[in-house]
């Protein structure tokens, strides 16, 4: 069974950065596809970054430049480095796994959800 937890999140200022952890088990990087997707109040939910076997990593446009997914295979984690934080990345973020091996970017495409960390940018 697929497992996810994410932690790392918490309040920062804007311009700060953050590096946020989903430690996995029950599937592998090499045939799945990994996202983190956030909500923010009064919004649907939205990929941020994907990072798939056949494709390499997908980005939304307002946190290209600013954020980097990323995986570490022995330990079975999937990180989420944000720099020069917004306000408007305000939200609760999540970690996902789909069973397709290639970039998606809806979360009806995604099986598997960790139970989302709070992250604040605020001053």
């Known amino acids: 069974e697929v497992q996810l937890v994410e932690s790392g999140g918490g309040l920062v200022q804007p311009g700060g950065s953050m590096r946020l952890s989903c430690a996995t088990s029950?599937?592998?990087?090499?045939?799945?596809?990994i996202a983190w997707f956030r909500q923010a109040p009064g919004k649907e939910r939205e990929m941020v970054s994907c990072k798939s076997p056949s494709d390499g990593t997908y980005y939304e446009n307002s946190v290209k430049g600013r954020f980097t997914i990323s995986t570490d295979s022995a330990k079975n984690m999937v990180y989420l480095q944000m720099n020069s934080l917004k306000p408007e990345d305000t939200a609760v973020y999540y970690c996902?796994?789909?069973?397709?091996?290639?970039?998606?970017?809806?979360?009806?495409?995604?099986?598997?959800w960790g139970q989302g960390t709070q992250v604040t940018v605020s001053s």
């Open positions: 996902a796994v789909s069973t397709y091996a290639i970039t998606v970017i809806t979360d009806d495409m995604y099986d598997y």
């Open positions: 029950g599937f592998s990087f090499e045939y799945h596809t």
